[in-house]
């Protein structure tokens, strides 16, 4: 009896033609496997924190205490007598530091290598892209974790905004009260800003002159249209910092896009690895007994 072509693999058909019911459950099944892999027992135990990171988290500290009682005040003064035309345009600026220009566009990435990932594809090809979700996931999870920790943080504190009262009271607190004009501190914008300058400086060691140009950016345009005190951009950025950092410890201990003893970013795959990776994305699966995830 001859075979009809609808009895050929399902593996057979290309990527792009699956189902939607298909396609979903593959992107659900491999963002399960990304976090899987995340959650692993570590394999490696990075290298100690250096001497002087604490003794650096302590001069921040003590920088963040001192501008409350000598500088907070006075920035805010400062910033209400500023000109209109150059708070309106701190205020455009500002907006790029909010965490969904950084997670939207990593997530749809995310979501794209897990739609595409599937063992039909060569081997070589799905380490590839396995590759790829490991340092688009880990930019996803540095810049988001410590985002999702201040903006939790900061409503518990409590902390007055300069603009709150006639007067700025940078001792004005309502822990618990969870409402925007008493999120002061600390600033989410300078978590998200100094967050992606650590980690996009990891992946991209080249680009850390100018993430942190964008970051100090970022954090003087708070002040500028009174929302954050110093004192609270200095405690969202160490937030940022101190987050990002631990996030990349934690993905090096599993051999995942760092080097556990060095803390270095693994070397990238070679443009002819991601033409080829493109290429049988393209053309599809090869006609094996593999299933789709």
Known sequence: MSTSKSAAPRSSVPIGRAGPVALVRRIATNLLRFLVVLTHSPRARPPRWKSGALTAIAAAVAVIVASMFFLDTAASAWARHLPHGLVDFADQITNFGLGGKFLYPLGFILLCLAAIITPSLPRRTQGTLAALAARFGFLFVAIGLPGLFTTTIKRLIGRARPYVGVQDDPFAYMPFIWRPEYASMPSGHATTATAAAIAIGAIWPRARAVMWLYALIIMLTR???????????????????????????????????????????????SFERLRTALRDVVSGPQRTNDQFL
């Open 223 to 269: 002040v500028v249209i009174n929302v954050h005190h110093p004192s609270d951009v200095i405690a969202g950025a160490l937030v940022g910092v101190i987050g990002a950092l631990l996030v990349r410890r934690w993905f090096a201990a599993r051999r995942l896009v760092f080097s556990p003893e060095y803390l270095r970013v693994y070397p990238w795959p």
